[in-house]
């Protein structure tokens, strides 16, 4: 019998608003990481792959290749290659879902629709980093202005007593609206659902230009909050799915992890 190679590799993936890694041996994952990012891109981009190391009980020295990817890449100086993060977010869904075809990202600064073939190579996407109001930053601001920690927010606006609506797709016009609806004495809970229609059909519109294809997996920090999961997938009239075997918001992190694997074999 063929005796498997152990092979241990890592990703790490540094965006706007949180820094994340993986180690993996092989396709099972030793260790994973979520931090705030700092600002210094360098020091996060350390401390979230030392946390992972010392949670696998591993040494840098282990680790056969790493593969850095994110808004912040060009900043992780452990990397022994970088890689475009809408293909290490094809990866990791892929990996999770073969039937995936349609990936929506929504990352703390950015959203991200992804299209895969039959072999998860990415044939289209579309990313959208301009504006704010489709993405995490646009909860944050929004959860801060009702007085919600941004981890209840989910919940607290699954349902609805009163159907409002937020007409601006615009995050600083969007607030000033929240703000009129507060003073209107709206339940917060009608305001919270609102918003979260109004991200998703924001979303949704940006999909559509590439036609959605099933199975459509959401993933990304967003895709934790069971509101905007629920609105997004009414939004788009599909059975959305989301990666339950690990925290969705490390995604991108493991499709690097796996292309490490890939280009070390």
Sequence with gaps: MERIRIMITAGCDLGSRTAKAVIMENSTILASAVIPARLNPVESAEEVINLCLEKAELSMNSIKAIVGTGYGQQQIPFATRLESEIVCHGKGAFFHYPSARTIVDIGGQDSKIIKLDEKGNVIQYSYNDKCAAGTGRFLEIMADALGFDLEDIGEAGRTCV?????????????????????????EPGDILNALFRAMADRVCSQARGLLIEYDVIMTGGVAKNTGVFEALGQSMGVSLKTITDMDPQLNGAMGAALIAGQISS
Excluded: H, P, W
């Excluded at 995050?171 to 709206?186: D, G, M, P, Q, R």
């Design 162 to 186: 009163e159907r409002l609506s937020i007409s601006n797709q615009c995050v600083i016009f969007a607030e000033t609206e929240v703000v009129s609806l507060i003073n209107e004495e709206k």
